[in-house]
């Protein structure tokens, strides 16, 4: 059986960090959107979401960074995600998902996405 989704969450200035570790299927979107937009969606803050631990994505996790993209952009906030494994990031590019958020290599790139 697969481990259940988790998050973590930490701050730095102005820039939300999010580990997210497993799948991100409808289970383990359910079990983690509702923390995840709590945490930095009302005060607006650009958002780096460290998906190196995440194995697979479904229809329902895009959904989830799409809507946390549009609300945070309504707060002048970004939303960027880092270093999906190969297999994400190859349903990232199916479905054209860099023409609304940034997906790039590594944090520190993703750090400079969110500062600018």
Excluded at 23 to 36: N, Q, Y
Excluded at 48 to 62: K, P
Aim: no cysteine; hydrophobic share 50%; net charge positive.
């Amino acid at each position: 059986m697969n481990k259940p989704l988790e998050i973590e969450v930490t701050y730095t200035a102005n820039i939300a960090r999010v580990k997210l570790r497993g799948r991100l299927d409808t289970p383990g979107v359910d079990r983690i959107e509702a923390k995840f937009t709590s945490a930095v969606v009302p005060e607006g803050r650009n958002t780096v979401v460290d998906l190196s631990e995440v194995s697979f994505i479904a229809s329902m996790g895009l959904r989830m960074f799409i809507g946390l993209a549009k609300a945070l952009k309504r707060n002048n906030a970004k939303l960027v995600l880092f270093a999906p494994q190969s297999q994400v990031n190859e349903i990232f590019t199916t479905v054209v998902l860099r023409e609304i958020m940034p997906i790039v290599v590594d944090e520190a790139e993703a750090m400079r996405f969110a500062a600018t």
